[in-house]
């Protein structure tokens, strides 16, 4: 039973991923260059940490 309840909440994720991406083009876009962005901001701080 828990594993048909997780593939279940995966293809509800998947399925809202698309639907978002279908219809919402470019905030999607935003989402990923604000996650892409996170990962950039905690390469310079470790940067910066590591420089002295």
Do not use: H, W
């Amino acid at each position: 039973m828990r594993a048909f309840i997780q593939k279940s909440v995966l293809f509800l994720v998947i399925a809202f991923c698309l639907f978002y991406l279908i219809t919402r083009p470019a905030d999607a876009a935003n989402a990923v260059r604000g996650f892409f962005g996170a990962f950039e901001s905690l390469f310079t701080f470790f940067a910066t940490l590591a420089s002295g």
